[in-house]
C-alpha cells in the first residue's frame, strides 16, 4: 500500500499505518526507537534519507509527524517536547514583537501564562474574548497588528464551543491566521484544518498518547510556507520531541479511534447520573442539548468528547472535597488517558489564571473520564457526591 493511499484511507487506517512503511530490511512493522543523536555521512553531505543530526529530524520523530500530519488531514506535522514547546516555537515562528494576538477568556492556565507572563514582556500583545461569540471574536482584533487568532474548542475547563469555520473567516478577513488547539477533541472527534484552521496545536500529552506515559506536543498545518516558518524554528529553538517519546505518541494514536468512542460512551453516562445529582448545580458537556454550544459542537465534532466539568451546590468547600474522596477517579493534572482523572482547576491546572479575566469558579470540578467500566465510574461519582 503506497502512502499516498494511506493517506486517502479513514481515520483509522491512517491512525495505524500513515507515516511508516514496514522496514525494508528486517520487515519491522513498528517503527524502531531510533536512539541516536548523529548519521554517518557517506562523504560530506552525503546523507542517507535527509538525516543529519536528531535534533533536526529523527526517523522515529518523522514517523509521528507524518501520522499526525494525516490524522488532521495537514500538510506537515511538528513534534515537540511538551504542548507548551510547540506554543512557544508558534508565537515565535509567526509573530513578531509589537504584534497581537486575540485569545480566548477561557483556556488552559499554562498557555495562558505563555501568552500572558512570556510572549507578553517579549513584546506580544493580546486580548482575551469569548470563543463562542463570533463578534466579540472579531471585536478584539487590532486591524494590522492581529496576527493570530487563539482558540481552544473545547475550551479548558468550561468546554465553550467556538464555531472554526465562522472564526477561521474572522481571522481572515483581518489577514490573521486561526490558530485552534484541538487538544481536547483530538483529531478523531474533529479536523480544524478541513474547516478553514490554519495551524493545529495539540499537547500530545494528553488524547494522542493517551496513556499518561509521555509528555510531548504537535503542531499540523496545511499551508506550505507556514510550514517552512515553523519547521526552521523547530529546528533552531531545538524543543522537539525525542525518539521515545515519538514513539510512545505513534503507539498511542494507533488506539485513538476506539479510545474517544468509549470516553464519550462513558462521559455521556456521567453526564447522564451528574444532570440528576440534587447536589449539583451545573454541568458542562457540549453532548447536552441545553449547551449553548451544541448544535456547532454537533456539527463540527464526530462526537463530544470524555471531559465533563461540573460546579456543586456546596461552593468550593464541597469541590475539594470530592476531589479528595474520589477513588476510581484518580486526583491529578492532566487529561485523556486510559484512567479517570478528577481535579480542581481553581487550585489545580487554572491556579495560574486567578485574578484575571480567565478566573475559573471555585466550585467547579474538572473530569477527564476514561475508558474504565461506567457503573464504577458512577458509582465512585455517587459516593463521592453524596457522602
Ligand atoms: C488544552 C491544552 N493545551 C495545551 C496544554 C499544554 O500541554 P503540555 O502540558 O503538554 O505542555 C495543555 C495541558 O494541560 C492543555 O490542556
Known amino acids: 500500500m503506497t502512502q499516498e493511499h494511506r493517506n486517502k484511507s479513514g481515520f483509522e487506517t491512517r491512525a495505524i499505518h500513515a507515516g511508516y512503511e514496514p522496514d525494508p530490511t528486517t520487515g519491522a512493522v513498528i517503527p524502531p526507537i531510533y536512539a541516536t543523536s548523529t548519521y554517518k555521512q557517506?562523504?560530506?553531505?552525503?546523507?542517507?534519507?535527509?538525516?543529519?543530526?536528531?535534533?533536526?529530524?529523527?526517523?522515529?520523530?518523522?514517523?509521528?509527524?507524518?501520522?499526525?500530519?494525516?490524522?488532521?488531514?495537514?500538510?506537515?506535522?511538528?513534534?515537540?517536547?511538551?504542548?507548551?514547546?510547540?506554543e512557544d516555537t508558534l508565537l515565535r515562528a509567526l509573530t513578531r514583537p509589537g504584534d497581537h494576538l486575540?485569545?480566548?477568556?477561557?483556556?488552559?492556565?499554562?498557555?495562558?501564562?505563555?501568552?500572558?507572563?512570556?510572549?507578553?514582556p517579549w513584546g506580544l500583545a493580546h486580548t482575551p474574548a469569548q470563543v463562542a461569540d463570533v463578534d466579540a471574536m472579531r471585536a478584539a482584533i487590532r486591524p494590522g497588528e492581529t496576527r493570530l487568532v487563539w482558540v481552544e474548542t473545547p475550551t479548558n475547563p468550561l468546554l465553550n464551543i467556538g464555531d472554526i469555520e465562522a472564526l477561521a473567516g474572522v481571522a481572515h478577513d483581518a489577514g490573521a491566521l486561526l490558530v485552534v488547539d484541538n487538544t481536547f477533541a483530538s483529531p478523531y472527534l474533529q479536523q480544524p484544518l478541513t474547516l478553514?484552521?490554519?495551524?493545529?496545536?495539540?499537547?500530545t500529552t494528553k488524547y494522542c498518547g493517551g496513556h499518561s506515559d509521555v509528555i510531548g506536543g504537535a503542531l499540523v498545518v496545511r499551508d506550505h510556507d507556514i510550514a517552512e516558518r515553523i519547521g526552521f524554528h523547530h529546528n533552531a529553538m531545538g524543543a522537539v520531541a525525542g525518539p521515545f517519546d515519538a514513539w510512545l505518541t505513534l503507539r498511542g494514536l494507533r488506539t485513538l479511534a476506539l479510545r474517544m468512542e468509549r470516553h464519550s460512551d462513558n462521559a455521556e453516562r456521567?453526564?447522564?447520573?451528574?444532570?440528576?445529582?440534587?447536589?449539583?448545580?451545573?454541568?458542562?458537556?457540549p453532548g447536552l442539548p441545553e449547551h449553548p454550544g451544541h448544535e456547532i459542537a454537533a456539527r463540527q465534532?464526530?462526537?463530544?468528547?470524555?471531559?465533563?466539568s461540573f460546579r456543586v451546590t456546596g461552593g468550593e468547600e464541597q469541590a475539594l472535597a470530592v476531589c479528595e474522596r474520589s477513588e476510581v477517579f484518580t486526583l491529578g493534572e492532566s487529561l485523556g488517558g486510559?484512567?479517570?482523572?478528577?481535579?480542581?482547576?481553581?487550585?489545580?491546572?487554572?491556579?495560574?489564571?486567578?485574578?484575571?479575566?480567565?478566573?475559573?469558579?471555585?466550585?467547579?470540578?474538572?473530569?477527564?473520564?476514561g475508558i474504565e467500566t461506567a457503573d464504577d465510574l458512577v458509582a465512585d461519582l455517587e459516593t463521592s457526591l453524596g457522602a
Open 42 to 86: 557517506d562523504g560530506v553531505g552525503g546523507l542517507r534519507g535527509g538525516y543529519e543530526y536528531s535534533r533536526s529530524a529523527n526517523p522515529t520523530r518523522t514517523a509521528l509527524e507524518a501520522n499526525i500530519a494525516a490524522l488532521e488531514e495537514g500538510e506537515r506535522g511538528f513534534a515537540f517536547a511538551s504542548g507548551l514547546a510547540a
Open 102 to 120: 486575540v485569545f480566548p477568556d477561557d483556556a488552559y492556565g499554562g498557555t495562558f501564562r505563555l501568552v500572558d507572563k512570556v510572549a507578553g
Open 196 to 203: 478553514g484552521a490554519d495551524i493545529v496545536v495539540h499537547s
Open 270 to 285: 456521567v453526564v447522564e447520573f451528574l444532570t440528576r445529582h440534587p447536589q449539583v448545580s451545573h454541568v458542562y458537556y
Open 301 to 308: 465534532m464526530r462526537r463530544f468528547g470524555g471531559i465533563v
Open 338 to 369: 486510559v484512567e479517570s482523572l478528577i481535579e480542581h482547576p481553581g487550585r489545580m491546572t487554572h491556579a495560574s489564571v486567578a485574578g484575571t479575566d480567565l478566573e475559573v469558579p471555585a466550585d467547579l470540578i474538572r473530569l477527564s473520564v
